[in-house]
């Protein structure tokens, strides 16, 4: 058995289920199945191939189809069955509860209708209900264990950063240098992927745009696209060589312990356009700006407009970052 793997602290787990409860019952939500990877690792410390059934009422169970040795060494939760197929998740939630719920949460956000229409069947007398809203609003909170990890990727994405610094070199192109520095945040933890809760939109961790690539529209929700490797995956590091004296944009995604941290950091070797260098002191000022403002309380929304005006003050308005709501 794996034994050297980070566990989440059964604290932590029984604090998220009564985070949850108290929201399923100020919703009138009877129960809550929950189906999607990050979803089930949060509420029971494993994501194995498994599924989480919450009831107010009750213990939590964690159905488990593969593989149930390693769920069962990861997670705290005391009800754990294996299952040779998700049909028998009802009959189990009867023997254990002498009956379905009438409500049961499900995160529509992230559930396909087909997986949907199918859960509907094995539970036929159960009207679901989006829960989605309850999970997130759970998660938005983060405990001290969760900030410290989080304080440990942000560690990890410092070091690649600096490994970044020291090895960037003209004449490599976009996609071999953001190999060589996602290669070297692998050896640190690093998951190797971002997760999202979009069926539309990829998470990937090395995003680097040289020069006239940083400027390069594209499908990507975000100001800065790029090339991509191809025309099916059209965004992220191309094939362009790396040059002296252009800005060089890396945007790294961290993934360690499954808490994500995304920085992004302006390089140059040599010097850059005094155009660009002048863009990337106006972003600077901006963010100082808006982080002196970041307090509890604060509406985000605020904190954008303001930065929309600053970006209208230096003359950035056309080309900031004014997505639409």
């Given at each position: 058995?794996?034994?050297?793997?980070?566990?989440?602290?059964?604290?932590?787990?029984?604090?998220?289920?009564?985070?949850?409860?108290?929201?399923?019952?100020?919703?009138?939500?009877?129960?809550?199945?929950?189906?999607?990877?990050?979803?089930?690792?949060?509420?029971?410390?494993?994501?194995?191939?498994?599924?989480?059934?919450?009831?107010?009422?009750?213990?939590?169970?964690?159905?488990?189809?593969?593989?149930?040795?390693?769920?069962?060494?990861?997670?705290?939760?005391?009800?754990?069955?294996?299952?040779?197929?998700?049909?028998s998740i009802p009959g189990k939630?009867?023997?254990?509860?002498?009956?379905?719920?009438?409500?049961?949460?499900?995160?529509?956000?992230?559930?396909?209708?087909?997986?949907?229409?199918?859960?509907?069947?094995?539970?036929?007398?159960?009207?679901?209900?989006?829960?989605?809203?309850?999970?997130n609003e759970c998660r938005q909170?983060?405990?001290?264990?969760?900030?410290?990890?989080?304080?440990?990727?942000?560690?990890?994405?410092?070091?690649?950063?600096?490994?970044?610094?020291?090895?960037?070199?003209?004449?490599?192109?976009?996609?071999?240098?953001?190999?060589?520095?996602?290669?070297?945040?692998?050896?640190?933890?690093h998951s190797g992927i971002l997760?999202?809760?979009?069926?539309?939109?990829?998470?990937?961790?090395?995003?680097?745009?040289?020069?006239?690539?940083?400027?390069?529209?594209?499908?990507?929700?975000?100001?800065?696209?790029?090339?991509?490797?191809?025309?099916?995956?059209?965004?992220?590091?191309?094939?362009?060589?790396?040059?002296?004296?252009?800005?060089?944009?890396?945007?790294?995604?961290?993934?360690?312990?499954?808490?994500?941290?995304?920085?992004?950091?302006?390089?140059?070797?040599?010097?850059?356009?005094?155009?660009?260098?002048?863009?990337?002191?106006?972003?600077?000022?901006?963010?100082?700006?808006?982080?002196?403002?970041?307090?509890?309380?604060?509406?985000?929304?605020?904190?954008?407009?303001?930065?929309?005006?600053?970006?209208?003050?230096?003359?950035?308005?056309?080309?900031?970052?004014?997505?639409?709501?």
């Open positions: 058995m794996i034994t050297n793997l980070q566990k989440t602290p059964e604290q932590e787990i029984t604090d998220r289920i009564f985070c949850l409860k108290q929201k399923m019952e100020s919703q009138n939500i009877e129960a809550v199945f929950l189906t999607h990877k990050p979803d089930i690792f949060y509420f029971s410390g494993t994501a194995q191939d498994c599924y989480v059934y919450i009831s107010l009422e009750h213990e939590p169970a964690l159905f488990v189809k593969r593989y149930y040795p390693r769920a069962k060494q990861e997670s705290c939760l005391k009800n754990i069955f294996q299952i040779d197929s998700i049909k939630i009867k023997n254990l509860h002498q009956k379905l719920p009438k409500t049961c949460g499900i995160a529509f956000n992230v559930v396909p209708v087909r997986d949907f229409n199918f859960y509907q069947t094995l539970f036929h007398s159960t009207d679901f209900t989006d829960c989605a809203y309850i999970i909170i983060k405990s001290g264990y969760e900030i410290d990890q989080i304080k440990k990727a942000g560690i990890l994405s410092e070091k690649t950063f600096a490994y970044i610094k020291e090895h960037i070199r003209p004449g490599i192109s976009e996609m071999e240098f953001a190999g060589e520095f996602e290669t070297f945040a692998r050896r640190l933890g997760l999202n809760r979009h069926y539309r939109a990829d998470g990937f961790p090395f995003h680097l745009l040289s020069g006239e690539n940083g400027g390069l529209p594209g499908s990507l929700d975000s100001p800065c696209c790029g090339t991509g490797t191809s025309i099916t995956h059209p965004y992220g590091a191309g094939t362009k060589i790396l040059q002296r004296d252009e800005p060089i944009l890396i945007d790294f995604g961290t993934v360690l312990n499954g808490y994500h941290m995304d920085e992004t950091r302006m390089f140059a070797m040599g010097s850059m356009e005094q155009d660009a260098l002048d863009v990337s002191k106006a972003s600077l000022e901006i963010l100082y700006s808006i982080l002196s403002l970041m307090k509890p309380g604060i509406v985000m929304g605020d904190i954008f407009d303001h930065s929309l005006q600053l970006a209208k003050n230096l003359d950035m308005k056309s080309s900031f970052s004014d997505f639409p709501t």
